[in-house]
């Protein structure tokens, strides 16, 4: 039965069910009658209509954005832990959301890790980390394909890190630096659902591409989503003394989907942030379309061969948005906030934006030092939000 509470205007022309009242993967009939009084009589009518609630989509959240700059020469953590089943948040329906990985150098689109151990040498008192919920994380590797990341269990080395505002588990040949040979155990490790440890020092200074694909099934209905995520490795500070790039994280706080009626809002935050020095930062927005650098009569000639992509993220100009014009972006450049105004931004357009944050004290011992650290948020526009 529906809440009666949950229920209003049953007298009206307009029946209003707020939600979670229906249950999901369920049939519905709603039936109105409606009477009208005239001259000649009462005259009535009667309809009906059927309603199945269907699940919604899998919800895939990066950490902090969808793309970010991190130290090579330091831990770096892939983090989706907070992507969300709306219609099962507290797992009761169905099994956990399962997810798997995969990584490519960005420049080559080759393997991020041409070779895994997974064997833990022996070495007391290790313990295994536990799943959250038991059971052993599933990662469905296709067959030949070197991208994709087979479960790489971490083992539980004493003491804790930080990466990006978030504490981790310290693991045996992640982030032990002790220059023991028990290092070259593992490149990297997987704690939990949702989680990839890298080894310091295991990139290069290039982007990496993340791929990330989630599952679950209720009822033998399974649903998939999947997303994509890019990290720069920044080169090495040089010199010890020398702090790190800047850690920056951004957060969407309008709702998603966004749609172009609404004002759009974000906050950055510096997770490392020092107090002897002080950040500049700069918003920068993107639109996916043409690449003004792709040319089609090479690619007709050179074919496979030609390898400028015919589309990618482009910056917006200043007719598209001008940040000096108050009336469009609300927030002055140079902060951490940042909002846009209604009706700026078009439908069905793909964007992104981008937090550049620069450690003014770094930047004066540059090019010895990395000043700069950004992140990213991409996200579709819509028109209307969903009802």
Request: glycine residues 8%.
């Amino acid at each position: 039965a529906i809440p009666l509470d949950r229920v209003s205007g049953v007298s009206s022309k307009s029946l209003y069910i707020r939600s979670p009242a229906l249950s999901f993967l369920t049939e519905y009939m709603f039936t109105v009658r409606a009477t009208v009084m005239t001259p000649d009589g009462i005259l009535q009518n009667v309809a009906s209509v059927i309603i199945f609630v269907a699940l919604p989509e899998l919800e895939l959240v990066f950490w902090g954005g969808n793309g970010f700059s991190a130290a090579r020469d330091k831990t770096i953590v892939v983090d989706v832990t907070g992507s969300l089943d709306a219609a099962d948040p507290y797992g009761n329906l169905g099994n956990p959301i399962m997810y798997n990985f995969s990584c490519e150098v960005l420049a080559t689109g080759g393997p991020c890790f041409t070779t895994t151990t997974t064997t833990i040498p022996a070495f007391p008192p290790l313990t295994p980390v536990p799943t959250p919920g038991g059971g052993t994380p599933t990662f469905r590797r296709l067959a030949g394909d070197e991208k994709y990341l087979p479960y790489n269990p971490c083992v539980y080395w004493p003491g804790t890190f930080t990466f990006r505002g978030r504490e981790y588990n310290n693991s045996l040949g992640i982030t032990v630096t002790d220059g023991s040979s028990l290092l070259a155990s593992k490149r990297y490790c997987v704690p939990t659902q949702g989680v990839v440890i890298i080894q310091k020092n295991t990139f290069t200074a290039q982007e990496y591409l993340f791929k990330v694909n989630l599952s679950k099934r209720i009822q033998g209905i399974e649903r998939t989503q999947s997303g994509e995520l890019i990290v720069e490795a920044l080169q090495d500070t040089a010199g010890s003394l020398l702090p790190g790039p800047p850690n920056v994280i951004v957060t969407l706080q309008s709702p998603l989907p966004y749609v172009t009626t609404e004002s759009l809002k974000m906050v950055g935050s510096v997770t490392n942030m020092r107090n002897t020095t002080s950040y500049t930062y700069s918003w920068t927005v993107y639109h996916y379309t043409v690449n003004p650098e792709y040319d089609g009569d090479l690619a007709i000639e050179q074919q496979e061969n030609y390898d400028v992509p015919q589309f990618r993220y482009v910056q917006l100009d200043t007719q598209a948005l001008n940040f000096s014009d108050p009336s469009v972006v609300l927030t002055r450049n140079g902060y951490p906030n940042f909002k846009i105004a209604p009706n700026v931004l078009n439908a069905g357009v793909k964007y992104r934006v981008r937090l550049r944050v620069t450690d003014e004290v770094l930047r004066g011992f540059t090019p010895s030092a990395q000043p700069l650290g950004y992140a990213d948020i991409n996200f579709e526009a819509k028109g209307v939000r969903p009802s």
